[in-house]
């Protein structure tokens, strides 16, 4: 029996999408303008959030490659097969299987995508995803091709958000919100970390699937830090017991249609000692401030040097952890992140209107210092015309998350 290297299957109908069709359409027409003012014939994405966001299929790599070749008139993902007909019924365009009987099927796929008489000449890829060992294979396949980073280009085209995708991201702000409650009901002396995260994580995704009954449910997740653990903004959840007294960090991460939103607090468990306070007090400040500053018109790096300044004066700058915040979007711990719209020193960008972006100031006292932990907010906002809109209604600060139980 002869298997073939790829093949396409139409098994069943298509589902429905995290976006219309439309939106599909028009983020479409946005990359083939990239492509024809670089001269690009073609573009391979790979990355989990190019393609998810260009075609509304997440993949699951488990060490498979995958992609997505657009060109003047198609859009075609790649996918394993292992996947079988999934791809081809959550995604905006057509879809090719290759399979593991020989090697490299996957860049037989991609070929087979290309019009013979038109061999391309530049070719866009993620050089911020791409691995060196695919790289040198795509570079033999096409060796009188050139290639092109069109990584930033993308990233730039993602910053900027649709009507469509703020509903999402909103929806996601309310849920993490609703996480977030749930989470607060089982904090309490003895409670573990682990047992408070999963009561929030439930109840988010019930959520979403009452919002989004037709989407498929992946990824979401929460982590709840207490005492020493709170000093880093990612560390996983344990299963320390809580005590009197500990410094808390609640965290709740919803995700829709691989959308990622975020709510972040710090809470203290039925008491606080005065330097915590001073410490959380201050931080608090500079989130208000931040809120504040958010607006079009500023640049990233002007935000952060003018809560800088405000972290000097205050005293805790040398604190600080990491950035004042990012952008949403297509987005999780492990794809995407648009680097050009964060918070930082570095960054240079003009907040414009559809941008949607976090202030989140942490700093961490180490142990054995007073006010040993770490202490973050974490609130969302969509740029408007004229302002910003903060979009997470959860309360922070001490007079609010001082929990009793």
């Known amino acids: 029996m002869e298997r073939p290297d790829f093949f396409t299957l139409k098994n069943g109908t298509k589902s429905k999408l995290p976006f219309s069709n439309k939106e599909y359409q028009n983020r479409l027409d946005k990359v083939?303008?990239?492509?024809?003012?670089?001269?690009l014939n073609m573009i391979i994405l790979t990355s989990m959030h190019n393609i998810a966001y260009y075609t509304g299929f997440?993949?699951?790599?488990?060490?498979?490659?995958?992609?997505?070749?657009?060109?003047?008139?198609?859009?075609?993902?790649?996918?394993?097969?292992?996947?079988?007909?999934?791809?081809?019924?959550?995604?905006?365009?057509?879809?090719?299987?290759?399979?593991?009987?020989?090697?490299?099927?996957?860049?037989?796929?991609?070929?087979?995508?290309?019009?013979?008489e038109k061999t391309p000449k530049n070719i866009g890829i993620e050089y911020d995803h791409i691995t060196l060992e695919m790289k040198?294979?795509?570079?033999?396949?096409?060796?009188?091709?050139?290639?092109?980073?069109?990584?930033?280009?993308?990233?730039?085209?993602?910053?900027?958000?649709?009507?469509e995708e703020i509903e999402i991201i909103k929806n996601g702000a309310r849920i993490a919100d609703i996480g977030a409650e749930e989470m607060l009901k089982h904090i309490k002396v003895g409670a573990t970390e682990l047992e408070i995260a999963i009561a929030g994580r439930n109840k988010m995704e019930l959520e979403i699937a009452k919002t989004y009954p037709d989407s498929e449910y992946m990824d979401t997740w929460a982590w709840f830090q207490s005492g020493i653990n709170t000093d880093g903004a990612h560390n996983p959840k344990t299963s320390r017991k809580l005590i009197s007294g500990d410094i808390l960090s609640?965290?709740?991460?919803?995700?829709?249609?691989?959308?990622?939103?975020?709510?972040?607090?710090?809470?203290?468990?039925?008491?606080?000692?005065?330097?915590?306070?001073?410490?959380?007090?201050?931080?608090?400040?500079?989130?208000?401030?931040?809120?504040?500053?958010?607006?079009?018109?500023?640049?990233?790096?002007?935000?952060?040097?003018?809560?800088?300044?405000?972290?000097?004066q205050l005293g805790y700058l040398q604190?600080?952890?990491?950035?004042?915040?990012?952008?949403?979007?297509?987005?999780?711990?492990?794809?995407?992140?648009?680097?050009?719209?964060?918070?930082?020193?570095?960054?240079?960008?003009v907040l414009k209107p559809n941008m949607v972006i976090s202030m989140e100031p942490m700093i961490m006292i180490p142990e054995g210092k007073p006010g040993a932990?770490?202490?973050?907010?974490?609130?969302i906002l969509v740029i408007k015309k004229n302002g910003a809109e903060n979009i997470t209604k959860f309360p922070f600060g001490p007079e609010h998350n001082i929990v009793k139980n």
């Open 32 to 39: 083939r303008n990239v492509m024809s003012s670089n001269n």
């Open 58 to 116: 997440i993949y699951c790599s488990f060490g498979r490659p995958y992609g997505c070749v657009i060109t003047e008139k198609k859009i075609v993902t790649i996918s394993a097969n292992i996947d079988s007909g999934q791809p081809w019924r959550h995604s905006f365009c057509e879809n090719i299987i290759y399979t593991d009987w020989k090697k490299d099927n996957f860049l037989k796929a991609i070929v087979s995508i290309i019009d013979r």
């Open 136 to 163: 040198e294979k795509l570079t033999s396949l096409f060796n009188f091709s050139k290639f092109n980073d069109v990584s930033k280009d993308l990233m730039e085209l993602r910053t900027i958000k649709s009507d």
């Open 250 to 312: 609640l965290n709740t991460f919803p995700m829709i249609s691989g959308y990622y939103t975020a709510l972040e607090r710090t809470l203290f468990l039925n008491k606080i000692n005065d330097d915590s306070l001073k410490a959380w007090e201050a931080n608090v400040k500079v989130h208000k401030k931040g809120l504040e500053l958010i607006k079009p018109g500023i640049k990233c790096s002007e935000i952060c040097h003018e809560l800088n300044d405000l972290f000097a």
């Open 319 to 349: 604190y600080r952890t990491f950035g004042y915040g990012h952008s949403f979007g297509v987005l999780s711990h492990f794809y995407g992140r648009e680097s050009g719209l964060e918070l930082r020193e570095d960054i240079d960008t």
């Open 373 to 379: 932990g770490g202490y973050r907010e974490h609130d």
